[in-house]
């Protein structure tokens, strides 16, 4: 068996292979060991100590030790020293810790480097290190069996570049999706561009998916995002027509590798956290995506990553997984609920395959944002038949109630009539949809479909089919038929500052809300709303960043109806009635701007719609906008970061050390996240929602 960049003090340790057995994938081979990535990776890219190391579980000897270092392209650790980078402190709380995937007790000696060249001391972890001094014990027997502690090279991911490094590769076997070769950064396994379902074109267009099946030995690259899904030209996928049917893959980041022969685990499993994208169930896609705007002006040509693993993941210790879903007709054609169905399936593919990267399948939290808020809204009401055991929490962040409904299979049918109107496969006369019109759409090119649907301006929306879906969102809550679990309902301050008309100016006078209110709201409905000054009061109103008070109440007014009202009653249902005591609500009151959301006006100064990304995944570094970030800036990433995986790892957003208790929603107690990661808890905007609800109306089903 050939070993590749191995200098020559190693050359005379092949022998060795006999006692550390290993396995080769191309030109590499790796030894036979789980390794768990330990950092102290504290969220403050400021902080210049952030450092990494690789922990192997398995038991070698000092040479085997150094074998095994130098197979993953690294070496034994240096002994922590005092000032910087991994310490004996912040390395110790990293390998005892219960949350990070080593968690090793506090006698449990790990081979490190000595002073002396390659030469081993045995490093133990203790808490009662402080920063002045350890003792590194060089007096073991270098045939002792003992774990290992390597150096880890790999940098910090970025996201503005051509190509990632993918040199450091890792290998693991998965039960039903193939032996897989991912790579590590500074602080994450990551194995890219799973495909986890047979290709959905031709026949399999608008049909469930299919699980692609994969024999165990079958060797499977994951260094690369998979294709994104069919769908139109928008600001989240550069301006582009994409037409590729073969695009249901997922993306898997974590600290650990199961990647022995026969892995012994002994730390406890870390929680999955289970992310689907927005993009108006239309667009968007789980990898990176190019732009050159925000919030906050042009920023010029780059790219962006929201949804990067590699900071959540190691800071929280857990396994993060994203992936893609059929967009746009692809999804939700002819009332089929392909989309939901591909999550469903993407779901099970965790529950037969996340140990193998530390993930705990008993604890899973679903969550997105916009539209991967709506999907997470559509599987908490599917039928409990299809979602028992599949996650064990949700988050949806700004989930748009009023504008993604559950609708009957006429209505979700006449959507599709109108596609098939506009693309030939129906006369203009007719009024009924047919399996005709079906197969004539089916067999029409993906491209002109997404275009079709995006010339039409076509909102799609799950369908209540009776056996996947058996009523609305609301009627499931009362009735209990849902998933219960513990849910955090999360909106920002002013979600349609982002989606005025353009044609709106940000300092219009007061007369552009009677104007606009006519959008959404019949004439009735308008009216009564023109003659809620103390909640509307447009004429009144300050202005604020240069746009008029005005504008403001406009688009507090479609935040409240859209997003935050409709929110708001779903919490307060569930406390109600059949899910007490596991829903909170949450408002983002500071936000960062995001690559989503490329700067409209009048989001100058306000919380947009998707401001919150940043502080839930801490890529706002990985990305390069808004550094170096303030202490208030890594403190709210800080506590976002620990209230949403706090509730993946225990189904309550209170975590150890948090200075504001979290309630259950009850009515007037909205969780309010300030800025610098301060919280207040107050009947946030309530008397507004108490108005819509009983002199507009919410509809979570058929309007």
């Not at 004996?88 to 081979?111: D, F, I, P």
């Not at 209505?411 to 203009?428: P, R």
Request: hydrophobic share 40%.
């Amino acid at each position: 068996m050939a070993l590749t960049r191995i200098t020559s003090r190693y050359a005379a340790l092949l022998g060795c292979l006999v006692t550390l057995p290993s396995f080769v994938l191309g030109w590499a081979t790796y030894p036979d060991t789980d390794v768990v990535i330990v950092s102290n990776n504290d969220l403050d890219p400021s902080n210049a100590n952030r450092a990494s190391a690789l922990y192997l579980k398995s038991a070698f000897s000092c040479e085997e030790a150094l074998l095994a270092c130098e197979q993953l392209q690294e070496t034994l650790l240096p002994a922590p020293n005092t000032t910087a980078g991994l310490t004996a402190q912040n390395l110790s709380v990293a390998l005892t810790s219960e949350r990070h995937g080593a968690a090793l007790g506090k006698t449990q000696q790990v081979w490190v480097a000595s002073d002396a060249p390659d030469n081993c001391g045995a490093f133990t972890p203790s808490y009662q290190y402080s920063d002045v001094g350890y003792a590194l014990d060089t007096n073991v027997d270098f045939a002792t069996l003992l774990p290992v502690l390597c150096t880890n090279s790999a940098p910090l991911t970025r996201s503005n570049v051509t190509s990632y490094d993918t040199t450091r590769k890792i290998q693991l076997s998965t039960p039903s999706a193939g032996t897989l070769t991912g790579y590590r950064d500074k602080f994450t396994f990551r194995f890219l561009g799973i495909k986890y379902a047979e290709p959905t074109n031709g026949s399999a267009r608008f049909r469930p998916p299919t699980a692609l099946t994969v024999e165990p030995e079958t060797e499977r690259s994951a260094l690369q995002y998979g294709s994104i899904c069919a769908q139109p030209p928008d600001a989240d996928n550069g301006h582009l027509l994409y037409s590729n049917e073969d695009c249901l893959y997922l993306n898997v980041c974590s600290p650990v590798a199961n990647s022995a022969t026969n892995s012994v685990q002994t730390a406890p499993k870390l929680p999955v956290m289970f992310f689907i994208h927005g993009g108006g169930l239309n667009t968007g896609d789980s990898g990176p995506f190019p732009f050159n705007m925000t919030t906050s002006g042009f920023v010029g040509n780059s790219v962006s990553n929201i949804y990067d693993g590699t900071n959540v993941v190691s800071y929280a210790g857990v396994v993060l997984v994203t992936i893609n879903y059929r967009l746009t007709a692809f999804g939700w054609f002819n009332a089929s609920n392909a989309a939901l169905k591909d999550a469903l399936l993407a779901l099970q593919w965790v529950q037969d395959n996340i140990e193998s990267f530390g993930g705990d399948p008993t604890k899973v939290l679903i969550y997105g944002e916009s539209a991967g808020g709506v999907m997470t809204r559509y599987l908490l009401g599917t039928n409990p038949v299809y979602t028992e055991g599949l996650f064990s929490a949700a988050i949806l962040e700004s989930d748009f109630g009023q504008s993604d409904p559950f609708l009957s299979i006429p209505l979700a049918q006449n959507i599709s009539l109108k596609l098939a109107q506009y693309l030939g496969c129906a006369s203009n006369s007719s009024t009924t949809f047919n399996d005709t019109m079906a197969q004539c759409v089916q067999d029409l090119p993906a491209g002109d479909i997404a275009t079709a649907s995006y010339n039409l301006g076509i909102s799609w929306s799950i369908a209540v089919d009776g056996d996947y879906v058996l009523t609305d969102i609301a009627s499931s809550i009362m009735d209990g038929d849902y998933a219960r679990v513990p849910t955090i309902w999360a909106s920002n301050e002013c979600e349609y500052c982002y989606f005025l008309p353009s044609t709106i100016a940000p300092t219009a006078n007061a007369s552009v809300f009677p104007e606009y209110i006519s959008i959404g709201f019949n004439t009735t409905g308008a009216q009564a709303i023109l003659n809620a000054t103390d909640l509307y009061p447009y004429q009144t109103a300050p202005s604020a960043d240069g746009i008029s008070g005005a504008v403001l109440t406009l688009a507090q007014l479609f935040t409240d109806f859209a997003v935050h009202c409709p929110e708001l009653y779903l919490a307060s249902l569930e406390t109600n009635t059949t899910n007490p005591g596991n829903s909170y609500k949450v408002v983002f009151a500071t936000g960062l701007g995001s690559p989503l959301t490329p700067n409209p006006e009048t989001c100058v100064g306000q919380v947009c719609h998707a401001d919150e990304l940043y502080w839930v995944f801490a890529t706002a570094e990985t990305d390069n906008l808004y550094q170096p970030l303030t202490p208030g800036q890594v403190a709210t990433t800080r506590e976002v970061i620990n209230r949403w995986t706090s509730l993946a790892w225990t189904g309550n957003p209170n975590y150890e050390g948090a200075v504001v208790e979290w309630a259950p929603y009850t009515g007037d107690n909205e969780i309010v996240i300030n800025a610098t990661a301060t919280e207040t808890i107050e009947p946030y905007r309530v008397a507004q929602c108490d108005f819509l609800v009983t002199q507009i109306g919410l509809i979570f089903g058929d309007p």
